[in-house]
């Protein structure tokens, strides 16, 4: 097997593979879109909100906001000591607090660990009027695309290259495995970080796997 990259922006990769089958790039993309870990805000206690928001759609929108993620110094809350109520090694407090008039953004939430902050600081959560005020608590943990599309990495889709129309052509392209994987980031992990994570969660999927083999 090969892999090359074509082509390397920031937050957007384009990888050609040779000689891999279908089903491990195609597995690899799933791993991907619903397994690789992720930060996001998944519980918000609101102290005040006079907006024309209501408390739902507000914490709703903050789920959506990407976080920087630190996969080093966390853990996903059902696999933490804690048993998930919440602890430092499994979630972060983020507070906001802001008074009307103007727009509130993402940039203003304040959290308790700076490695785990908003990409897009310029993401607009609440336009509030003169007189109207937010002020909350957010917590943030770890989770997975296939829990929440909010917990996804990024966007990844592939093409076969070298197939024509023909069912004969496709078989043949399958045959040499050139695929040309298309990777974009939403911010959480950097392309490298999502990869090297879809592939530790498919072999930790495998040896689970294996281990079931043994006392089936
Ligand atoms: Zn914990």
């Known amino acids: ?10 937050d957007k990769w384009i990888l050609r593979f040779t000689g891999i089958s279908p089903a491990i790039i ?16 998944d519980e918000v206690e609101i102290i005040k909100n006079s907006s024309a928001m209501y408390d739902e759609i507000l914490a ?25 109520v919440g602890c430092a090694k499994c979630t972060v407090e983020l507070t906001l607090k802001a008074v009307g008039p103007g727009y509130v953004y993402a ?30 608590i957010a917590y943030a943990r770890l989770g997975r695309g296939k829990q929440h599309a909010k917990w996804s990495p990024g966007h990844v ?6 197939a024509g129309e ?4 496709i078989r043949k392209a399958e045959q040499k495995g050139e695929y040309e994987v298309y990777l974009e980031s939403w911010g959480q992990l950097k392309p490298k970080e999502i990869l090297e994570q879809a592939v530790i969660q498919l072999l930790d999927g495998l ?6 083999l043994k006392t089936a």
């Open 26 to 41: 195609n597995g690899l993309r799933r791993a991907i879109i619903a397994e690789t870990p992720t930060m996001a805000i």
């Open 166 to 169: 023909d069912l004969e052509s």
């Open 107 to 136: 940039s203003q939430l304040q959290s308790k660990d700076p490695k785990i902050k908003p990409v897009y600081g310029d993401t607009p959560i609440v336009y509030l009027e003169e007189g109207q005020e937010i002020e909350l």
């Open 157 to 162: 889709w592939y093409k076969l290259l070298g």
């Open 60 to 84: 709703h929108r903050l789920g959506l906001i990407v976080l920087r993620t630190d996969l080093d110094s966390y853990v996903e809350p059902e696999k933490c000591t804690c048993g998930g």
């Open 207 to 212: 040896k689970e796997f294996k281990s079931m």
């Open 1 to 10: 097997m090969k892999i090359e990259k074509k082509y390397a922006k920031k």
